[in-house]
């Protein structure tokens, strides 16, 4: 591994966002000190809070990272702008979303950083993936995020298809 074991997740309802999501991970791919280890399936998802819009797809990532948290995010905020995601409502539409999750079971706060995601433990559009990417990540106080999503409904939440619908590593 090339550096520290981190996850992040990848969301979009506008346009076409498995090529979001393709064009994200292959770009990631493409980093310096970032590599690519493995992809969860695909989710489709209800939106939470915001306007009325469409569902969001969802997934997560586990990177293989030589970047400090801070750079991992900026060069995620550039995939997330090359996308065309327009920031001017909050939970609202967008072209893609990503978020840095988990961090080698580390918390990590930062100025516009908070590791883990602040709601995660109570998003199941979030841990999912992030549980099949990573079943071992624990949270900050030593629980295991599969035990948290098995605590969480199901509703709205549901497996769209495997990971090959937005990920090719060849």
């Known amino acids: 591994?090339?550096?520290?074991?981190?996850?992040?997740?990848l969301g979009g309802n506008v346009g076409d966002v498995t090529a979001a999501f393709r064009a994200a991970l292959a770009a990631l791919d493409r980093t310096d000190g970032v590599r690519v280890m493995a992809v969860s399936s695909v989710?489709?998802?209800a939106p939470i809070g915001g306007p009325d819009q469409d569902d969001y797809l969802n997934a997560a990532a586990l990177l293989a990272c030589g970047l400090d948290p801070v750079a991992?995010?900026?060069a995620l905020q550039v995939l997330e702008a090359d996308a065309g995601?327009?920031?001017d409502e909050r939970w609202g539409p967008r072209t893609l979303d990503l978020d840095l999750l988990w961090w080698d079971d580390r918390p990590?706060?930062?100025p516009g950083l908070e590791v883990p995601h602040p709601r995660l433990h109570e998003r199941r559009f979030a841990l999912a993936p992030l549980v099949e990417v990573a079943p071992r990540a624990k949270a900050p106080d030593g629980t295991p995020y599969a035990e948290?999503?098995?605590?969480l409904p199901e509703d709205g939440v549901a497996r769209l298809g495997p990971a090959s619908l937005v990920y090719d590593p060849a």
Not at 148 to 151: F, G, H, N, P, V
Request: hydrophobic share 55%; proline share 4%.
């Open 1 to 9: 591994m090339i550096g520290a074991p981190c996850a992040i997740g």
């Open 72 to 74: 991992l995010l900026a």
């Open 148 to 151: 948290l999503l098995r605590a």
């Open 85 to 87: 995601r327009v920031r």
């Open 43 to 45: 989710y489709r998802t």
């Open 108 to 110: 990590i706060t930062a």
